[in-house]
């Protein structure tokens, strides 16, 4: 039984963020991440949509049959039959069950009436309830759905017997202040089921929503590694993982020290590079330049760092260039076993600064063939 304080991770790396256009990997190729997935940690893994192709079921098999005795396994289905059929066939014991509620996709999309969705709603979920399945039902585009509809919606999906109901922002349109209330008022209907979110980055809120949805009493959140998704992809399992941590004292099962590598294969497979500035696993999230940080870290990394490099796997980065000090530099050649005194590293320093002035990306080597002047002076 988890405490009120432990959020289930639920990675869709496998199908949200494969969805995103170039993304098309190889069974092989989604058996290893799974396999990471399980070493880091997730609560499920949605393995992808084995109704989808002839891959995408074989894929879902081979996930179950690799890592379903240590982690729930899931796949997505449509409202109908078939879809639920070939997930059961391909051996899964858990279903997330899809159908849209805004009233933009039921009349543009499903062409279809509120009553005939929550009829639909309805007997899908009975319907994989009464094959043994564990079953999180999505009101696809919630966060656009009428309140009260969305509400209905909910209380439909717990009476057929879902486990779980997940909330998702479907295009972004989400931000943290209203969708807080919005699943508190989720969690007021749900009969102690567990809520869960789902997010989407379309106005850079993913994570913050993610946040936002756990503090109004969700329990289970949506994410991908590197974020990756649809269109401005998802919430990113690491930002979401170590802002619950840190931020706010949840507990997660994730293993933090896993999350670099992690990143680093999702990006190898995907073919998807992780940005520089990416929070957490970017490799530039605990880089330092500037003079008065590379100080302050050197004395204590808590100055300028809100968690520590090791604690996701990241590296710290001292670099130098125009705005680099003398603690720096000093640091920097000390580490390469040169050791000068202040005036001369004053020097060095001055010439550094011209050739970064220069627009040269100064590296330790360089630092270390300006100072070798002095040595052999
Ligand atoms: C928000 C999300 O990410 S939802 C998940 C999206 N993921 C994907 O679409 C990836 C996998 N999709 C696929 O491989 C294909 O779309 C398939 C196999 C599911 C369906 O393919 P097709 O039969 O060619 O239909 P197509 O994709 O063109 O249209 C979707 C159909 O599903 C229906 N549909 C869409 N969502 C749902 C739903 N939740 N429940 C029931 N029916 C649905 C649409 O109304 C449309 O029906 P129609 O064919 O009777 O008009
Ligand atoms: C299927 C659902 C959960 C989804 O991916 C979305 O609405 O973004």
């Known amino acids: 039984m988890f405490s009120t304080r432990r959020v289930r991770i639920f990675d869709t790396t496998l199908r949200d963020g494969e969805q995103a256009p170039g993304i098309d990997l190889t069974i092989d190729q989604k058996v290893r991440i799974a396999r990471q997935l399980q070493r880091l940690g997730v609560d499920t893994i949605e393995a992808g949509f084995p109704a989808s192709s002839e891959g995408e079921f074989i894929a879902t098999k081979k996930i179950i049959e690799e890592v379903g005795d240590s982690v729930e396994v899931t796949g997505l289905a449509r409202a109908n039959k078939n879809d639920i059929d070939k997930g059961i066939e391909a051996g899964l014991s858990s279903i997330h069950v899809f159908i849209a509620t805004s009233d933009v996709h039921l009349k543009y999309k499903l062409k279809m009436t509120r009553e005939q969705v929550i009829d639909r709603i309805y007997e899908s979920v009975r319907y994989a309830k009464s094959h043994g399945l564990i079953v999180e039902y999505s009101p696809e585009d919630a966060t656009r759905t009428e309140e009260e509809f969305l509400l209905q919606a909910v209380k439909t999906a717990v009476e057929a017997g879902a486990d779980r109901i997940n909330i998702p922002d ?61 269109r401005a992809g998802n919430a990113s399992l690491e930002e979401v993982v170590m802002a619950l941590k840190k931020l706010l004292d949840y507990e997660v099962g994730v293993k933090p020290w896993l999350l670099y590598d992690t990143s680093k294969l999702v990006s190898e497979l995907t073919g998807v590079p992780v940005p520089f500035f990416k929070a957490v696993v970017g490799d530039n999230a605990f880089g330092h330049e500037a003079g008065i940080h590379v100080h302050g870290v050197i004395e204590n990394p808590l100055t300028y760092e809100p968690m520590s490099p090791e604690e996701v796997g990241n590296f710290r980065r001292l670099a130098l260039g125009k705005h680099s000090g003398i603690h720096g530099l000093r640091k920097i050649l000390e580490d390469q076993g040169i050791y000068l005194d202040d005036e001369k590293l004053k020097v060095v320093l001055s010439e550094v600064k011209k050739m970064a002035d220069t627009g040269h990306r100064v590296s330790a080597e360089d630092a270390k063939r300006i100072a070798s002047r002095f040595l052999s002076s």
Do not use: W, Y
């Open 170 to 230: 479907t295009v972004g349109v989400m931000h943290p202040f209203k969708f807080q209330e919005v699943i508190r008022k989720v969690v007021s209907v749900a009969s102690g089921r567990i809520i869960s979110v789902h997010c989407h980055n379309d106005f850079g809120l993913a994570t913050a929503n993610s946040i936002a949805g756990v503090v109004g009493g969700a329990r289970q959140v949506h994410v991908t590694v590197n974020g990756i998704g649809e």
